[in-house]
């Protein structure tokens, strides 16, 4: 079964800071990734995601993630973090089955952010 | 438009007092699944189906059950609830594929005292 390691629990920043949030998984063979976002009372938002191809995938809200296979992570990027991105971010994997079969979408355990004005 | 609808949004009930939430969606999706939240857990999976009649544990679903008699419902059911099962609730639907992701309800705060 796959898991997916988030690194930072809680990461306060002042605005027009930068922002990487680290991703690790662990599965031997190809994932499907993505980025989620949960503002404070709301559901979850799909903030990005990696199927193939150009490892570089931009999100909405200016995010953007990089997947390295060679490392199995997946980090979130944000040049410049604004008071409104504060929020809790989940990154998930789930194995890329062909053709039918079941769909184990794994999370992280969430890495809060609260930006400071 | 395109979604997947939970109710109730917020519920407060006691031990033991029998409870279900519902979840629909309307996209025609074979794949469903219940997730609850916790802090400092991140989501973790209840249970699943794959389709109609056809469910399955995930990682965390002692004191649950869920029934799919038909593609669009997929409701979580509380028998006797506990304390240990207030959480966040989220449903999920996935279409089939290979290359898909999955679209979430707006969740269930629950509260059992």
């Known amino acids: 079964a796959q898991s997916v390691s988030q690194h930072n629990h809680h990461v306060i920043l002042s605005e027009a800071a930068s922002l990487e949030l680290g991703c690790n998984y662990s599965?031997?063979?190809?994932?499907?990734l993505f980025w989620y976002v949960q503002y404070p009372g709301q559901h979850l938002q799909l903030l990005l995601k990696?199927?193939?191809?150009?490892?570089l995938v931009k999100g909405i809200k200016g995010f953007e993630a990089e997947f390295i296979k060679s490392k199995f992570s997946f980090n979130l990027r944000k040049p410049s973090v604004q008071w409104s991105d504060t929020a809790e971010y989940f990154c998930?994997?789930?194995?890329?089955?062909?053709?039918?079969?079941?769909?184990?979408?794994?999370f992280g355990k969430g890495t809060k952010l609260s930006v400071i004005p | 438009e395109a979604q997947v609808t939970q109710n109730p949004r917020y519920l407060i009930t006691v031990t033991g007092k029998k409870l279900t939430v519902t979840c629909s969606q309307n996209m025609n999706h074979e794949y469903m699944s219940w997730y609850r939240q916790d802090p400092g857990l991140g989501l973790r999976q209840i249970y699943y189906s794959m389709n109609v009649e056809v469910t399955d544990k995930g990682d965390v679903p002692e004191g649950y059950k869920v029934s799919r008699k038909e593609k669009r419902n997929f409701p979580l059911i509380l028998e006797s609830p506990s304390p240990n099962q207030t959480s966040l609730y989220f449903c999920?639907?996935?279409?089939?594929?290979?290359?898909?992701?999955?679209?979430f309800g707006q969740g269930t705060r629950l509260t059992v005292v």
């Open positions: 999920a639907s996935i279409p089939r594929g290979m290359n898909t992701e999955a679209f």
């Open positions: 990696y199927f193939s191809g150009d490892p």
């Open positions: 599965y031997g063979g190809t994932v499907n």
């Open positions: 998930a994997v789930n194995p890329a089955y062909s053709g039918a079969g079941s769909y184990q979408l794994t």
